[in-house]
């Protein structure tokens, strides 16, 4: 049966959800157009209601209680945008074991048990989506399950990070460390208290994890994801980088490997400056998909933040309500291979290495001699003295990574190697 | 009821045909996964089934004859790539009438009849979609219609057609002429023996009619919409935009002007060499899209070709299969507001404007005097002697245009005014 109404009940009045609330009721008209039917905001649920949120809700539908919201037979299509595992989990399963949609915006809860709510959907005849999730306010996730379903997809890579980004981007600007950065971002409400989830690259490794899963038809746990975030990017590296013609970026990185493999990996990349991706700055994301049919595309826009993301939230409920029949198809297939993650150390990559050493003769020569010898073949070198250390920069040609790895191991046993400094993968 | 296999007919076996078939049989596997169901090529029809198309097809499904196809019960989904008016709009009607999902990749037939097509199918419970009519294998189309449903479009503009950003690219690039980048165009196949259509702005005019109708909720006649192509840009206007710090595209652009009237115009922009359409180069597309709530977006990818086309009529048949429950809801909306467009001597804009002019003392004082008359005020002013000839450039600032038009009137009425050789506008 088709309803000319669908209930929304919106669980968790956060940012994100304060976003959805504000697009539900300030463009409430427009969407019930494009939608073809009323989208109406039923609950409002959050354990503190009294806190101001920015928009002026009706008191009668706001309740500390989600539970009142997901037992209300009324209720068609659940938003939980509460974040994090509990108790997100149990509410988006009672809200598909009650045959009600759910849209969310949770990376993390879709990254760990996405692959189970998909199938508990299906059981109920009804449909999870996820839009926010991994890209903010960029639709990548309906453009890999549809509109570019036709394609075996051969790369999927960017920024999906707009916290991360803004700081390295305000790193470049302004030859700023890390730590100073960290703070403006935490100042203007761009990284939380505790920024492990983004600086760590926790955030991005949840994120490639479900874009991954999509575009390779495979499910990837985000544990066997290789991670690592910008902790150790110093002011230097971006100065020296910015010299070589590069600038650094955190990035998701999935490239199939054959049929059976896919290389699936998070971590800093210096890339050339006249790439597009150079240009992503701020808070925003791209990120470029390349299929066998389509050629290389690429999707633009605000990763984070309240209005972008429930953008993505909204266009998820729109899509739900033009296809909601009441006899509803399931909207994801994706888990129907088995792949293989390759292991970092057998990927390939260009490397930029830097060194402390001590100023003396004969160390370019111990290092140079080791690279050979780990068949590492180097692209440029560069030396630069400041008292009695210098700083040794290497940036290498296209190498693997475990022998890259062993030569980096011997070139710090040596006396005269003061420091590894940085190790950065450069080149896309 | 919901199906396990959907039939295909695809009518037209020509670049798109043949790029689809391709990607039916040789992604069927794939395909069938991600739709949930089997799709299955039954019929593909076109006048000439003789020729070569570089896919090899059973015997048995190819045809001559489309009504044969129409008229079959089994058949679930057309898809039209004839292209042109006739016979494509009697086919899509009949397709509608007798119950049959279609999809086009028809930008001409979209933009004439799109309206009537919608509501046709919306009375036989079934759907017409036609992501590639707009830009390609970029999804664009579904981003507007669910993705950013949530968001009043404030701006939607970029380069649609790969022919002609392939011809300004090579001007640019090689200091050609426009003839002789059109001609390597041809031998490329990237434009068509009468390249009208392209180069004189009709196929952009109709893809903004497409894309504005759905970004601004209401129909736009493509009769209705400023046109003016590439035919009259030169390699001096290049070479000296060039110098200026601009590179010339073909722009299409909408913006909403308040609640009720919409700017939509198809012309070539002087844009800035440092804006993101700058570096779209070759035959890519590029469309910015920027909503209320999202901010600005970005989408790029392969505006035509083959393959890239034929995956965005394969993504189309795709999201018509997840959702094909035999109680199918009507996927588009947006009809629903009555708005105009703006004429085209309100807008306001920069503008380039180069002039032949006598070599002789006062010419410059008398053409900066009727723009001040006209409050057309000047930015930038080259003047360049050639023999007893001189080539005089203006760039303006942001002006109306009706007054600059009025200005470039009295200009070329002044004696010492050889001929306006070039009226481009500027910026973005």
Redo the contacts between chains.
Sequence with gaps: M?KSELNIAVLGFGTVGA?VVK?LLQ?GE??A????KKLTLKYVADLNIKKSRGVKVPKDILTTDALKALSDPAVDIVVEVIGGVNPAKKFIETALRRGKHVVTSNKEVIAKYGREFIALAAQNKVNILF?ASAGG???II??L????????IRRIYGIVNGTTNYILTKMYRENAELAAALKEAQALGYAEADPTNDIDGYDVVYKLSILASLAF?SHFAYQDIYREGIREISAVDIALAREFGYIIKLLAIGIARGAKNVELRVHPVMIPQRH?LA?VNDAFNAVFVE????????????GA?E??T???V??D???LA??????????L??N?TRKKIVPIGSINSEYFVRLKVKDEPGVLAAVSKICANNQVSIKAVQQKDADSVAHLVIITHLVQEAPLQKAVRQISALKQVLEVSSVIRAGL
């Excluded at 157009?33 to 073809?36: C, I, L, N, S, Y």
């Excluded at 299929?291 to 605000?302: H, I, L, N, Q, S």
């Design positions: 088709v976003g697009i463009n427009l969407l157009k494009r939608a073809g839009e306010g960029i639709p309906n453009a399950t549809k509109a570019l379903a036709g394609n075996n038809n597009p240009t299929g066998d049919c389509v050629g290389e595309t690429m999707f633009y826009g605000r933040g209005l972008p429930a953008s993505a909204i266009g409920i729109v899509d033009l296809h909601d029949t009441g006899d509803t198809n399931p909207a297939h994706f129907f």
